[in-house]
């Protein structure tokens, strides 16, 4: 008996049997906690709704629904931003390969523009291309000519652009002079703490605020064309878990001062993340599992007394409603009904 025992044990005194029934019964519970915080969301939402401040705006036109709310009223810190994270992710990996477990969006920067976000995150890497961890995509110059072109159809729309140095990888070369170069100076809004109180039309013909967030390189300067790191904060929670992630983005907000008194822009991330340790990785079945409850969280925002912090607000695969609350609460606050 001892001999049998010995013989199935692994190089480490473990029994490969044990071992593998010990990881499915974590999987069975992780399966559970994730189903649990899953469904505490439904009953939120079921309990107290989703309405808030503006809920029932619906921009006419969303490629230009800062224009609609007019350029002259509506000031930089009242405007509810919506945002996509890892915004150029529509092409990366190999589909049905490697794409699924990277893909965060599925339209160009271009598409998401023009049905409304305002805020792009893009990552890339020392030979200039768009990145996702070790993925590749294509060259960080076709979201910068997406973004002109966006520019040349519009009058009135500003936006954000961050772009970083994805982790584990080295700065481009002289990236800043390269995207003021592609940009154009002309369409930067410099780095100006001022620039918070200002309406859409004191920030004319400027219309984009470029936050460059280098690992190694100089950071920008105030008064230079693009805009430091500390300029764009958050609070990441790497988590699969939607209601953990949830009350952690209502948490962080809290501690932040509301928007009239910042002179940055806070960001709030409705999206969680595949985990290594868990059987789903694509990121779609994934962050799916919070995606529907952006207007539940505007909504507990307010109803926290925390509408007044909520400024720049993303997400995986954007959509027009996601789009449609947050320019609903921007118009709330210039008719001062928020």
Avoid at 26 to 42: F, G, H, I, M, N
Avoid at 61 to 85: C, F, I, N, Y
Avoid at 193 to 208: D, G
Avoid at 270 to 286: F, I, Q, R, S
């Amino acid at each position: 008996m001892a001999a049998s025992n010995s013989s199935s044990a692994g190089k480490n005194g473990t029994n490969p049997l044990e071992a593998m029934g010990a990881f499915f019964s974590k999987q069975v519970d992780r399966r559970k906690l994730v189903t649990s915080e899953k469904q505490a969301l439904s009953t939120r939402l079921s309990a107290s709704g989703d309405a808030f401040p503006g809920s029932e705006h619906r921009p006419a036109d969303r490629k230009r629904w800062m224009a609609e709310l007019g350029a002259d009223r509506v000031r930089v810190h009242q405007v509810v931003w919506p945002g996509t994270h890892d915004s150029a992710t529509n092409k990366i990996g190999v589909p049905l390969v490697t794409r699924p477990f990277a893909q965060c969006q599925s339209m160009s920067v271009y598409e998401q523009l023009a049905m409304g976000t305002r805020v792009i995150d893009v990552r890339v890497q020392e030979e200039r291309r768009v990145c996702h961890g070790i993925l590749a995509t294509y060259p960080v110059d076709v979201v910068l000519d997406d973004v002109r072109r966006f520019l040349g159809e519009t009058e009135s729309e500003v936006l954000i652009l961050e772009v970083r140095t994805e982790f584990g990888h080295e700065d481009p070369p002289e990236f800043d002079k390269f995207l003021v170069d592609k940009l154009g100076e002309e369409n930067l809004i410099p780095q100006d703490e001022a620039v918070f109180h200002k309406t859409i039309a004191e920030l004319l013909p400027r219309r984009v605020i470029c936050v460059w967030k280098p690992r190694k390189s100089p950071a920008p300067k105030p008064g230079a064309p693009l805009w430091s790191a500390g300029y764009l904060k958050d609070n990441w929670i790497d988590t699969d878990l939607p209601e953990t992630k949830f009350e952690s983005n209502l948490k962080f907000l809290g501690q932040q001062p509301p928007v009239a008194d910042r002179r940055f822009f806070y960001r709030v991330e409705n999206t969680v993340t595949p985990k290594a340790d868990n059987p789903v990785l694509c990121v779609w079945p994934v962050t799916k599992r919070i995606h529907g409850y952006a207007r539940l969280f505007i909504a507990e925002a307010f109803a926290k007394g925390l509408g007044d912090k909520l400024q720049v607000f993303s997400t995986d695969f954007i959509d027009g409603d996601f789009v449609d609350a947050c320019a609903g609460v921007t118009k709330a606050r210039v008719d001062g009904t928020a």
